[in-house]
């Protein structure tokens, strides 16, 4: 029978509630376990006495777990600031970038100067003329068609014409109206370029056309009708009708309106004023409230004109009683032969047709309205009714002004002391004395000593629940994506007890610290779960990713993950709203804006493969060398990263690989970002300090130069000197050598005199031929002959400042470590925190750390949209074109068109885990999964070099296109082709496989796979 495994609606919470039922399971319990021994259940036996207060610490407990979420949440000050932080408001989460024409509308329609707005779709075609070969490329108009078996034809897809209706209204007459109806479709240009979709485009902004209609009609009106209102009336509605005008709303009015708030917020729905904040957003938005997503789909374009339409809204003014003779028809305003007019009415239409893309208009020159009150015809004082019409079209406007949009209010919740707590034991009778009172002073010593047994009895209880009461204040840095934060188990300290430092021997206790001696506070395990939690919220995942990342390189990257996770759900809002949002070609940046000037896309998939970050940066050429020892008998590389002139970061010197190297730098990049990472090293002199970077298992991969003088006591390093006479003064019988599993490197250790391990070699050595036979291996013993007779100024120390404690090891050539202490040694911190030259190490930490995070990253990607790629002109060359695959008898690779909805992908194929095909596929599969469903991805990952002649040519062409579009001139054709040509001859870059022979069963060898691998070598030799 299969079980559903569901959460119930009605959760049973009398548990830690209800003091009644604890009290009751309490002495349950107590008869279970003890009912042969204990009898009296009475209250004044003292052990039900301590049940009884248990339960009321966990009673007052479970009450304060019940208080609304709000107020557990809650912060001592700045309440409703820390509430945002915390969580995302309705404006902030739920509106995006826009994505349908309507979203588009509805942000553009608010731009000053524009009344309403359209996007049309651009009937853009392009004929490929195969036969003969080689193709040829042109731009044709709609009505060519291709010659068969010889051309083929297809529309450029995603492009649009953007058509503005002008509110003159707001025009004040100072400057020409041609002048400042440009200004209006710069700037409506502008707000669409800064909110553009990914792969689309607007080719046009320009005005609507209109197609101008007169009305011709008999109108009875009511006895008390003003016919000037009625005018103005009538002539508002019928171009209301037309063309009808898109309304704005206050948060509360959409309310009323039952509308959901997930509808209210839906689109292109933002803080304007923080909009402000961009180049080009400088007060350009003039209408500000909400819009109804009905009144914008009535607000389209008309296709056709109904009569009868009219005659209901006409019918409907107030004054109107009812309309005797009515007729329309199409008619010029600038046409002044009335006859002409006259002579339109007698075809007696009912429906006019619209010619598409254009607006329909009411022509009020050429409009008759006669007025009659009952038989009486009415003398219409036009000037006046103009007047009254004016009126109307400013309070329409004054009511779209005095709109704004509005924040659903955030819960602030109560501030409630959640984490106090004072000893339960003030609440025992007296008698006990244990409470505030205490025993007298005429109480024996016996009596005394009782008493504070017992206090130290409860005081175990009191701790815990202290803790308990610590653990739920800290619920809100729990269920926050908290960078700062260290722990997931809090502590407290047990107030109101007196005489409490007789239990305890520094007066207070640190549960905190004790967490952390016995490592209790698994970290990232907990810290994930919290976050897995918080991004299920949005349904949003890593597990593949963790899983992945955590197969490839271990607990390497536990930190890592926790940060990529934290990056995510802090810029949430950014990574989800923006996902289909393009890069902004057009507008001006300044630094900070155009460094984040970037597709939706990257900056959604950056987050999501754990990039430090998304912000435009090189990812070739970057600041590092790799170098070979010219000294060193076995040729080993090492790494540096520099800053300026200046190597911040060393590699360790042990490897004989160059790729391995890299690997390690690589590695290096992203651990040096963790703060867990870093260690402390002293020199030899005791003199200087600096850090060292290391990986999970504790091996120095990376260190730095001993550049921080400071006041070091040298004793407070030294191990006993037994441990030193073994570490420093060995001979050969204490080294002992082991053979990897594969047999093919060997490592040494050091033992005492009980044959315990105290010294461990880090490195493997690789065998030389015949090595294995003979039991010498020549490489191993070199590294272990330079511990023999080694003096203890040799060695340098590795502190751990969370633990307070420090190890040795001993460097060779280029600083590789020869050997490791495997025993921890107590180190007084204290010496060193108290001298600020030594706080200066932890400076440079930090700037390396940041450094590291925003400066240095080998990962990243670009995004290359190639509809932006396109030529400008009807008559383009045909070299001009991005070249299409088909032969000679017409076959061609789908999609024929390469630029409707195609994107590349540029990655970098070098980094650390983006050379690792597992990951690569991983990647793969996410940049598919997060490219929207109608654009088609070409990924590749390049090498560094590729890398380097794409970025150089991509910033060349972003700034030439802004150029060309800001100034509205030709794109530079030189700089185009270029790219086209460079995105053409990508493609991707593989590990390096290797063919085996029979007997060769190396486990690390990265075998040849069909489109993972490029073909190696036969070889056996580990350091080819």
Known sequence: MDINLTIPKNIENAYGKEFSWLRAEGLRHIENLSGNLWTDYNTHDPGITFLELLCYAITDLGYRTEMPIEDILA????????????????????????????DFRKLLVRVEGVNNVWLVKKKKHIIATYSPQPVNMRYAAEATEAIENKEKKFALKGLYDILIEFDESTFDGNSDINAWKNNVIKNVKSVYQRFRSLCEDVEDVKQVPIQEVVLCADISLTPDADPEQVWADIAFVVNEYLSPNIRYYTLKEMLAKNIPSEQIFDGPVFDLKALKADDLLDDIFFKKGFVDNDDINNSQLRDNIRLSDIIRVISKVNGVLFIKNIAFEFCSCNETDKNKVAQLFNKDKWVLCVDEGHKPVLCM???????????????????????????????????????????????????????????????????????????????SMERKTQAKQLKSFLYFFDQILANYFAQLANVKNLLSADNELKRTYFSNVVSGLINSEELIADGKISSEKVIDKLNLDNFPERS????????????????????????????????????????????????????????????????????????????????????????????????????????????????????????????????????????????AS??????????????????KASFAIMDADKNIIAHTKYNSAISVDADAFFPSDDLLEALCNNTESKIRYRLSSDKKRASFYVVDNDENIIADSRSWYALLSGELESGVYSLAKNAADKTINATKHQFRYLVDEDSQTYTLFLPGNNDEILITSTQRFILNIDIFLSNTQWQSVFTEIHNTRQYLENNFRLEGMYVVEQILLRPGRNDAANNEFMPICIDVNGEYCKPLDPYSFRIAVILPGYSLRLRNRYFRQFAERIIRMETPAHVLPRICFVDEKHMLEFE????????????????????????????????????????????ADCDDDTPDRSPVILGSTFLGTLNNNLNS
């Open 75 to 102: 912060s001592p000050k700045n309440n409703l600031e820390a509430m945002h932080r915390q969580f995302h408001s309705a404006l902030e989460i739920l509106p995006n970038s826009p994505v349908t024409v309507n």
């Open 365 to 443: 020159g050429n409009t008759v309205l006669n007025f009659y009150k009952d038989i009486i015809p009415i003398q219409l004082k036009l000037d006046e009714a103009e007047v009254k019409l004016n009126k109307l079209n400013e309070a329409y406007r004054i009511e779209t002004s005095s709109k704004y949009m509005e924040d659903l209010p955030m819960p602030e919740g109560k501030y409630r002391n959640l984490e106090s707590y004072n000893s339960m034991q003030n609440q025992l009778p007296e008698i006990y004395g244990v409470g505030q009172m205490g025993l007298s002073e005429t109480a």
């Open 528 to 667: 994930n779960k919290m976050l897995n939690h918080l991004l299920a919220r949005f349904n949003e995942r890593f597990g593949d990713y963790v899983f992945l990342l955590h197969r490839l390189y271990g607990n390497d990257f536990n930190y890592a993950v926790i940060r990529h996770k934290k990056n995510f759900h802090a810029d949430y809002s950014n990574v989800s709203s923006w996902r289909g949002a393009a890069y902004d070609y057009h507008n001006n940046k300044n630094a900070e804006n155009a460094r984040v000037n970037i597709s939706g896309m990257e900056k959604r998939i950056s987050r999501l493969l754990g990039f430090n970050h998304y912000k435009t940066q090189r990812l070739a050429g970057l600041p590092y060398s790799i170098k070979k020892s010219d000294t060193h008998p076995r040729s080993l590389y090492t790494w540096a990263i520099q800053k300026a002139a200046d190597e911040i970061l060393i590699g360790s010197g042990t490897t004989h690989d160059a790729d391995l190297a890299y690997e390690e730098l690589g590695l």
């Open 670 to 687: 992203i651990l040096g970002i963790e703060e867990k990472s870093y260690n402390i090293v002293i020199n030899t002199d005791f003199n």
């Open 952 to 995: 150089e040519a991509y910033e060349d062409w972003q700034n030439k296109k802004r150029h060309s579009s800001k100034n509205n001139l030709p794109m530079d054709k030189a700089a185009n082709k270029k790219l086209i040509d460079i995105l053409e001859h990508l493609y991707t870059v593989y590990e390096q496989g290797y063919l």
